[in-house]
């Protein structure tokens, strides 16, 4: 089964965080009621933090997606799933580190009871 990253399902995980922000800028402007700057200073700042917010919002999706989608394929296509750690590109986001790591390990912790066992009947 493929899983994709939706765009519907990432900002759904950024939901908390869409709100503080749009908390803070409701805040600023309120702060701002209370000084003679003119409309386009009030207009601009909220654009700008919102500009800002989705731009780094974007990039990190497409990131993810481009990474997840990839490692998606990649598992898809192999006969021998054990191999994805060594087929997958290392990503640039934490994230995307942690869990290769982990795949890594459990790779690794895989090889070595597969030798345990094949060394086990050996001896007998």
């Known amino acids: 089964m493929k899983f994709r990253m939706s765009l519907k399902s990432f900002i759904k995980d950024k939901v908390l965080t869409i709100i503080l922000l749009l908390f803070g800028i409701v805040t600023i402007e309120i702060f ?3 000084y ?3 409309n386009f200073i009030k207009l601009y700042i909220p654009i700008v933090i919102i500009g800002l917010y989705v731009i780094g919002l974007a990039i990190e999706y497409f990131t993810k997606r481009n990474f997840y989608r990839n ?3 990649t598992i898809y296509e ?3 799933k054990y191999l ?3 087929i997958v590109k290392s990503p640039d986001f934490t994230e995307g ?3 290769k790591n982990l795949l890594e390990q459990i790779d690794k912790s895989m090889v070595e ?3 345990k066992y094949k060394y086990m ?3 007998l």
Request: positive net charge; aromatic residues 4%.
């Open 121 to 123: 009947r050996r001896r």
């Open 84 to 86: 994805i750690t060594e």
């Open 32 to 34: 701002l009621l209370a």
């Open 78 to 80: 192999l006969d021998e």
């Open 36 to 38: 003679p700057f003119g």
């Open 71 to 73: 490692l998606s394929n």
């Open 97 to 99: 580190k942690i869990l």
């Open 113 to 115: 009871n597969v030798n």
